[in-house]
């Protein structure tokens, strides 16, 4: 797995990796019903996964991360390196998604290990995410990962209830 950074040009995505990014998310339907990210799931534009990402492009604290094996994208990280609330010394995974033909063969784990390894070495000591609760897929899978129960609460886009979950560094 290669992962390389999502570098804007000009503040946008170029046009062929915004195509890849809205078959990975096309390819998360699943996901994208639950979470009411886009208003239909089966007909993710790139104009709306433009738009969904356009606050991060911009924002200093995050970093993207592109996710690619045998030359096509896999998978897809957010990170924010500080959370907006001063008191919470650890940065977060705001998305971590792996595409739907090739989910379930190593690709997620290798990627979400690869996130917090780099935090690690930034000399990180934990590293936090939120799961929706209506989401058991994705909670099993952050546990499987040794991420622990938090405190349950809202993500801060949407109010959409939610488990925070952190994994020790």
């Known amino acids: 797995m290669i992962i390389e950074p999502l570098v804007p040009v000009d ?6 990796l915004l195509t890849e990014l809205t078959a990975l998310h096309l390819s998360n339907r699943e996901f994208h019903a ?9 007909g993710i ?15 200093p604290e995050v970093e993207m991360l592109l996710a690619r094996s045998a030359g096509e994208l896999v998978g897809f990280a957010v990170t924010l390196a500080r959370h907006p609330d001063p ?29 917090a390894d780099r935090f690690r070495a ?30 349950w609460g809202r993500d801060h886009r ?7 979950l952190r994994l020790p560094l």
């Open 11 to 16: 503040g946008a995505l170029p046009g062929v």
């Open 122 to 151: 930034g000399g990180r000591t934990g590293l936090k995410l939120a799961v929706l609760d209506n989401n058991p897929r994705g909670l099993a899978f952050w546990t499987a990962l040794g991420y622990e129960f938090v405190r």
């Open 87 to 115: 008191a919470d010394p650890d940065p977060w995974i705001g998305l971590l998604m792996v595409h739907g033909e090739v989910q379930r063969t190593g690709h997620g784990r290798r990627l979400a290990g690869i996130v």
């Open 45 to 59: 534009t790139p104009e709306q996964v433009a738009a969904s990402l356009a606050d991060e492009l911009v924002n």
């Open 34 to 42: 639950l979470s009411g990210d886009f208003p239909d799931p089966d």
């Open 158 to 164: 949407l109010g959409r209830a939610s488990t925070v």
